[in-house]
């Protein structure tokens, strides 16, 4: 069955940089795209960003574009989303998730999205 694990979250001040991992397990990754969402306390999970199978296609939310990075290693079965010059609005629960793509597409609402990671906290003191 498949299962995402994400890891790298914690407690950062603002200004400073933290980097998510997400390890996948009964899929080869480079046959799902995947995604990172976020969920504030009270709110919807939103979009953060999107990767292609491949990697060689990404897209962000506006609100992170210019600061997070997100990147993936197909031989490890492995995501990651690099957030650098972290903001107190970026306090919440970050979730990754994978679905097959057959082709070299990006998906960015949470219905398309079939697997999910159980979160990660990222918590950005002022």
């Known amino acids: 069955q498949v299962q995402l694990v994400e890891s790298g979250g914690g407690l950062v001040q603002a200004g400073g940089s933290l980097r998510l991992s997400c390890a996948a397990s009964?899929?080869?990754?480079?046959?799902?795209?995947v995604g990172w969402f976020r969920q504030a306390p009270g709110k919807e999970r939103d979009f953060v960003a999107a990767i292609t199978k491949s990697g060689r296609i990404t897209y962000y939310t506006d609100s992170v574009k210019g600061r997070f990075t997100i990147s993936r290693d197909n031989a490890k079965n492995t995501m990651y989303l690099q957030m650098n010059s972290l903001k107190p609005e970026d306090t919440a629960v970050y979730y990754c998730?994978?679905?097959?793509?057959?082709?070299?597409?990006?998906?960015?609402?949470?219905?398309?999205?079939?697997?999910w990671g159980q979160g990660t906290q990222v918590t950005v003191s002022s």
């Open positions: 998730a994978a679905r097959r793509s057959v082709s070299e597409t990006y998906y960015i609402t949470t219905m398309n999205y079939d697997y």
């Open positions: 009964g899929l080869t990754s480079s046959t799902y795209a």
